[in-house]
Each structure stands twice: as C-alpha cells, then as structure tokens.
C-alpha cells in the first residue's frame, strides 16, 4: 500500500505561481510513474502531468511551458511547480502514483487550486 497526501494548494491571483508537493508513504519501493491530476467543478478528472521513474515527463497540452513536475525519489516526494497561472487552472489536483508494472494504482486525496481573474 501507497499513502500520498498533497499539500501547497491555495489561492493565487492569474499570472502567479504556487508548489504543490505529494509526500509518499508505506511502499514507496514500488512506485514506478508518478502523477498529477486535476478535476474542475462538472469536468471529468484530466491528467496534468506525468513523471517516470527515470524522470521522463510528459504534459497535457494547455500546461506545456508553464507548469513542471519534478520528484525527489529519495525523499518520495513529486512537486509541480505552476507558473503564470490562468483561471481556467482553478481546480482540485490530485496527486497519483502507479506500481512498477502499472498492477496498482494510488490517489490522494487532492489540493485546492483557486486562480482568481
């Protein structure tokens, strides 16, 4: 079992930037492909940002050049860090991590991200 719990959410006025880190516990040893996710209010949750265990990342096309998503193995920690935010970046973000092998899947609970005009 894999706990994650999110933290660095808040309110930011458009054009600034916040942290959002994700803190891994338990088997972290299985942990292949971390990941970032994000529902807005009557949207279906949409992946954000992904980083293998090698450090590959990959971006959902309206956050490439704004937003990068980094992870610290030895602290089990993965970051995304949101620059020159938009409104339309309001939304919870939730933090998941997949088991090597893709067998098991893990989610937090999620951090509010407001982005006000």
């Known amino acids: 079992q894999v706990q994650l719990v999110e933290s660095g959410g808040g309110l930011v006025q458009a054009g600034g930037s916040l942290r959002l880190s994700c803190a891994a516990s338990?088997?972290?040893?299985?942990?292949?492909?971390f990941g970032w996710y994000r529902q807005a209010p009557g949207k279906q949750r949409e992946l954000v940002a992904v980083?293998?265990?090698?450090?590959?990342?990959n971006y959902t096309g309206t956050v490439k050049g704004r937003f990068t998503i980094s992870r610290d193995n030895a602290k089990n920690t993965v970051y995304l860090q949101m620059n020159s935010l938009k409104p339309e970046d309001t939304a919870v973000y939730y933090c998941?991590?997949?088991?090597?092998?893709?067998?098991?899947?893990?989610w937090g609970r999620g951090t509010q991200v407001t982005v006000s005009s």
């Open positions: 980083i293998s265990i090698l450090g590959t990342t």
């Open positions: 998941n991590a997949d088991s090597i092998g893709g067998k098991w899947t893990y």
């Open positions: 338990g088997s972290t040893f299985s942990i292949g492909v």
